[in-house]
């Protein structure tokens, strides 16, 4: 399995460096001078590193770290009494307006607003935000009566909530596992190089990851990766996960989504799905993925 990234212009980045750029940004995301120092730390040039950073996240270096910065001042929010403008600077703004602007974009309402309604929220109100399920996914697994799916507000990657699954069971978790999961039609991607990617986040997990199959008619997998070699263990910080599969023309469906095997939480969030170059190799963990269409060395005369 080649999990190594090369753009048109024929740079490498393998999957290891995606991993430790973005360990790198939740370890110094609110240094001042991140940008100029994140190529360095992966040993890219900055033009190249932007470029491969918007191919594979989607976002600028810029927009990214901006977008990471008010989702965390959400929290700081929530959780202390800090001044806004203190704030606003320690996210990098040069005033409180800025960020004022900044953080409505983002949540809808300025962030004095925002730290008003949530300290008025009752545990009640907060666990009926949480425990409501997320448009079209669903609980798939082993023993899944044991695992609990529910929206956290607190622990967020971007946006307001992510997803969280946790084992809940005081039984032993050896063995089991779950899912949260979509199954959708092959039909709009057939002949395509799809990416499944997000962010993960784990507490105590015993194995956590992303996964992403393609099923041909009969139910069969064309194409496949869940992670195994790279997967997520024990207490980890978010993580960036991709998953780049072919979805072949006989394919009938598609299905994807994050796992948590054993015991422990793994927190979901900002996944992706969109068609990318055929230089970005697959991660396919299967053979061959279909018969050929004619037959070959009829004659026995070549060989590999």
């Not at 753009?7 to 609110?30: C, F, P, S």
């Not at 949260?180 to 395509?192: E, F, L, N, T």
Request: charged share 25%; hydrophobic share 35%; glycine share 8%.
């Amino acid at each position: 399995m080649n999990t190594e990234t090369r753009n048109g212009g024929g740079v490498l980045m393998k999957e290891q460096d995606w991993r430790e750029t973005m360990r790198y940004i939740e370890a110094h995301l609110y240094k001042q001078d991140l940008m100029e120092r994140l190529p360095a730390s992966v040993q890219y040039s900055s033009f190249h590193f932007g470029r491969l950073f918007k191919k594979r996240i989607g976002q600028t270096i810029g927009e990214y770290i901006r977008i990471r910065r008010v989702t965390d001042s959400a929290r700081i929010l929530r959780t202390t009494d800090n001044e806004i403008l203190d704030l606003a600077l320690h996210c990098g703004y040069q005033s409180q307006e800025a960020f004022t602007r900044a953080f409505k974009g983002q949540y809808g309402l300025p962030p004095r607003r925002y730290r008003q309604i949530m300290s008025t929220l009752t545990d009640k109100e907060r666990r009926h935000m949480q425990t409501n399920q997320p448009t079209g996914w669903f609980l798939s697994g082993t023993d899944t009566e044991e695992y609990q799916f529910e929206m956290d507000s607190d622990i967020v990657h971007q946006g307001v909530q992510s997803g969280k699954l946790s084992h809940m069971s005081k039984k032993k978790a050896k063995g089991k596992f779950a899912t949260m999961m979509q199954s959708i039609q092959a039909v709009d991607y057939r002949g395509k190089r799809m990416m499944f990617a997000g962010f993960l986040k784990t507490e105590k997990a015993g194995r956590a990851g992303a996964w992403f199959r393609v099923d041909d008619i009969s139910g069969d997998p064309l194409q496949f990766d869940n992670m195994s070699g790279r997967s997520l263990h024990d207490s980890t910080d978010w993580t960036y996960c991709a998953i780049v599969l072919d979805v072949p023309e006989e394919a009938l469906s598609l299905h994807f989504g994050f796992l948590l095997e054993e015991a422990g939480t793994v927190w979901a969030d900002s996944f992706s799905f969109h068609e990318v170059e055929r230089s970005i190799p697959t991660t396919n963990q299967l053979g061959q993925t279909s018969l050929p269409r004619t037959p070959v060395n009829l004659t026995f005369d070549e060989r590999e």
